[in-house]
T-cell receptor, first 108, second 113 residues
Framework: LAKTTQPISMDSYEGQEVNITCSHNNIATNDYITWYQQFPSQGPRFIIQGYKTKVTNEVASLFIPADRKSSTLSLPRVSLSDTAVYYC?????????FGAGTILRVKS | DSGVTQTPKHLITATGQRVTLRCSPR?????VYWYQQSLDQGLQFLIQ???????AKGNILERFSAQQFPDLHSELNLSSLELGDSALYFCASSTRFESYEQYFGPGTRLTVT
């Protein structure tokens, strides 16, 4: 089972780029890496998913090095509304493991 | 709004009781996942159903069970409840059998007293 480690919290200012890293040293060959955002009293919301290299969508980028033992979620030009908890999810099949979450606080 | 609905929103019950949580997936999604979120254990995967059949089982206790009905809604049954079962229970749905692009419902907050 992949074990995931994320920073507990991060602070940023509006307009900055934020990078949140998740470590998953024992990731398995079939495992995917997915990132979710969660606001208080809401369910997690899908941000981005990848298997290797780089994936980009309209809200974020996901960087995965060749050894896949970590991944970095990149949020360009954050705003106050990006203040939330961010989770990485690693796994496949019945082995799905969420990280403990990173609290991102965006200040003005 | 993810399109996933869960009822009830809140549930308060006593130890030893049994409850049923209900989930309706997004229109067209065949896969339903159940998760538990608590302060001490974080988000934990419980079980997945795809088109009515159990497909993957995670950290689900034997006291818990689930099913997915022909109309694709799903129910999570929790029995012999303990104080430690107090948590937020989320269901999520996805289009494909093995997809981690999941759409989460608003959750059911269970309090066991």
């Amino acid at each position: 089972l992949a074990k995931t480690t994320q920073p507990i919290s991060m602070d940023s200012y509006e307009g900055q780029e934020v990078n949140i890293t998740c470590s998953h040293n024992n990731i398995a060959t079939n495992d995917y890496i997915t990132w979710y955002q969660q606001f208080p009293s809401q369910g997690p919301r899908f941000i981005i998913q990848g298997y290797k290299t780089k994936v980009t969508n309209e809200v974020a980028s996901l960087f995965i090095p060749a050894d896949r033992k970590s991944s970095t979620l990149s949020l360009p030009r954050v705003s106050l509304s990006d203040t939330a908890v961010y989770y990485c999810l690693v796994g496949s099949g019945n082995k799905l493991v969420f990280g403990a979450g990173t609290i991102l606080r965006v200040k003005s | 709004d993810s399109g996933v609905t869960q009822t009830p929103k809140h549930l308060i019950t006593a130890t030893g009781q049994r409850v049923t949580l209900r989930c309706s997936p997004r229109s067209g999604d065949l896969s339903v996942y159940w998760y538990q979120q608590s302060l001490d254990q974080g988000l934990q995967f419980l079980i997945q159903y795809y088109n009515g059949e159990e497909r993957a089982k995670g950290n689900i206790l034997e006291r818990f069970s689930a099913q997915q009905f022909p109309d694709l809604h799903s129910e999570l049954n929790l029995s012999s409840l303990e104080l430690g079962d107090s948590a937020l229970y989320f269901c999520a749905s996805s289009t494909r059998f093995e997809s981690y692009e999941q759409y989460f419902g608003p959750g059911t907050r269970l309090t066991v007293t």
